[in-house]
């Protein structure tokens, strides 16, 4: 059997600029769409944190006396450290540690995730706005 | 691949020894994980994607396919994990689906296709992400991604024009 598949085209050629630009356009559409309308609320930070699809705890960081350590039972149990500067996932027995490697999230429109447990952590209401979200690279 | 194909012991072969290396190369990705440099959950450098887009060059959508399909089922089976499987199966699969379309275009090289193919895995991911969060603030995460897959892209198709470049003097018969 022979196949009918030509070798590609080794060499970068003009149009694939042109992918690279419509990813790129679509990475920002997305980042303006999903941060943009989150820029510019109250500056009261509120940690809401949701198992699956149901929220089972909102708690409001600027009205914390003192940090507030809560155990997140989903698929998988996360230590969850609540101040009144942000959030942070101290400990999970999750495979990924993703949650704990995304560290401490301070900003309204931030949020850890943690997939295999299917716990997400997200910060509403806005504090210092025109920050950077993340930094990459 | 318009026509059925004949599946000859050798083609089967090579379709069998390419999905091992795609599993391989998953495994080696995770003793490197990419994620303690950028903190974002589902960020990798996409090796086993050099498998797929090489497969879809050498032996056609229709091997290439199978190739992924084999490769989801059992990466899943070896991870123990049937949300994995969602993950892979649709980063996977929208990722073959564009590759396999930018391919007909000729004026497209290897690493046009592979970033595009790169960038649909990601989107397929996120949409894996919140099917099964049931909500979208994955999607935020989604620019980040698709910042990488720039990269991660470009990676990709350079190692498979390498590869290409380097088969160039082997005649392997195309059986």
């Not at chain 1, 350590?69 to 400990?91: K, M, R």
């Not at chain 2, 994620?35 to 974002?40: A, S």
């Not at chain 2, 989801?72 to 996977?92: I, K, R, V, Y």
Request: proline content about 4%; overall charge neutral.
């Amino acid at each position: 059997m022979t196949t009918k598949c030509s070798p590609p085209e080794l060499r970068p050629k003009k149009l694939d600029i042109l992918v690279a630009a419509v990813v790129l356009v679509l990475a920002v559409v997305v980042a303006v769409g999903f941060y943009g309308p989150k820029l510019g609320q109250s500056d009261h930070l509120t940690a809401v944190i949701s198992v699956g699809e149901e929220v089972i705890e909102r708690v409001d960081l600027a009205t914390l006396k003192e940090d507030k350590l809560l155990t997140v039972e989903g698929e998988c149990t996360l230590n969850v450290l609540l101040s009144n500067s942000g959030a942070e996932v101290i400990l999970s027995d999750c495979p990924t540690q993703d949650c704990v490697h995304t560290g401490h999230i301070s900003r309204a429109g931030q949020s850890i995730v943690c997939l295999p447990g299917q716990v997400v952590i997200h910060l509403e209401g806005a504090s210092d706005e025109g920050a950077p979200d993340i930094v990459v690279g | 691949m318009t026509s059925m194909q004949k599946w000859t012991t050798k083609h089967l072969t090579l379709c069998a020894v390419l999905t091992a290396l795609a599993l391989a190369l998953s495994t080696l990705e995770n003793l490197f994980p990419v994620t303690l440099l950028i903190p974002l959950p589902g960020v990798k450098l996409g090796l086993a994607n050099i498998v797929t887009l090489f497969a879809l060059y050498y032996l056609g959508t229709g091997s290439a396919f199978m190739i992924l399909i084999a490769r989801c089922l059992l990466g899943a089976l070896f991870a123990g994990n049937a949300s994995a499987l969602l993950f892979s199966l649709l980063g996977g699969v929208l990722a073959m689906a564009i590759m396999a379309l930018l391919r007909r275009c000729r004026k497209l090289s290897v690493y046009g296709v592979s970033i595009a193919g790169a960038a649909g895995h990601n989107i397929g991911q996120i949409c894996a992400a919140m099917i099964t969060l049931g909500n979208t603030m994955v999607l935020g995460y989604l620019p980040f991604l698709l910042l990488v897959s720039l990269f991660s892209g470009a990676l990709t198709g350079f190692v498979v024009a390498l590869l290409f470049r380097a088969m160039e003097h082997v005649k392997l018969s195309r059986t």
